[in-house]
């Protein structure tokens, strides 16, 4: 069985502009959350979806945004970059939400650089 | 915030088994304890969880104590391969069920 699998592993922008990653989730899979890594401050939640309905969110601000799709797939959105955005940004499935009990699986990131 | 505690680093000999510790003293009762890997630059791997008995499997084995307020991720036998940042997560259901990664304790294993 395939694992998460997510596009592209690497990115460059310029500040002020926007990226678009994307993520699919292992096959039967249906709950997709996204976390953003740096140096400084680690792994931090961003969100979380479900059957296409955010269901947690973590504390950033509104030019990050998300979004899945009928099929489980996610992309997450981030506007207006700025330097302090450049960070692995990784994604992980599940089968269900909500279930401490449920193993999360991670790919193995997107890597974006802002400059 | 992180609802665990560990240390920043360890190191053990290639060969030997590796035994990290974590605390939790805050847990719930419904809450599970999870081990996560990260080797630079990749996703963190799974590699173990439970609630209050101790787990075994093909990766690692973890011990939890009878009040549940550490536990303790044991590699049998480390190689070089597991050198990495562990990261111990305590675990809750619904709303707060995302992991809250905190420092992790970065593992060398030494020739």
């Known amino acids: 069985k395939a694992g998460v699998t997510q596009t592209p592993r690497y990115l460059i922008k310029t500040r002020g502009q926007q990226v678009t990653l994307s993520c699919s989730p292992i096959s039967g899979h249906r709950s997709v959350s996204w976390y953003q890594q740096t140096p400084g401050q680690g792994l931090q939640f961003l969100f979380e979806?479900?059957?296409?309905?955010?269901?947690n969110k973590g504390n950033f601000p509104g030019r990050f945004s998300g979004r899945q799709f009928s099929n489980s797939r996610s992309e997450m959105n981030v506007s207006t970059l700025e330097l302090g955005d450049s960070a692995l940004y990784l994604c992980a499935s599940s089968s269900l939400w909500g279930r401490s009990n449920e193993k999360l699986f991670f790919g193995s990131g997107t890597q974006l650089s802002v400059l | 915030d992180a609802k665990t505690t560990q240390p920043t680093s360890m190191d053990c000999a290639e060969g030997r088994a590796a035994n990290l510790p974590c605390n939790h003293s805050t847990i719930s009762g419904n809450e599970y304890v999870y081990w996560y890997r990260q080797i630079h630059s990749q996703g963190p791997q799974y590699i173990i969880h439970?609630?209050?008995n101790n787990e075994t499997n093909e990766m690692a084995s973890l011990i939890i104590t009878e009040d549940r307020k550490s536990s303790t991720l044991i590699l049998p036998h480390a190689t070089l391969r597991d050198t990495a940042v562990y990261y111990c997560i305590v675990r809750s259901s619904g709303a707060n069920s995302k992991l809250t990664f905190g420092k992790g304790i970065t593992l060398s294993v030494r020739p």
């Open positions: 439970g609630l209050k």
């Open positions: 979806y479900f059957s296409e309905t955010q269901r």
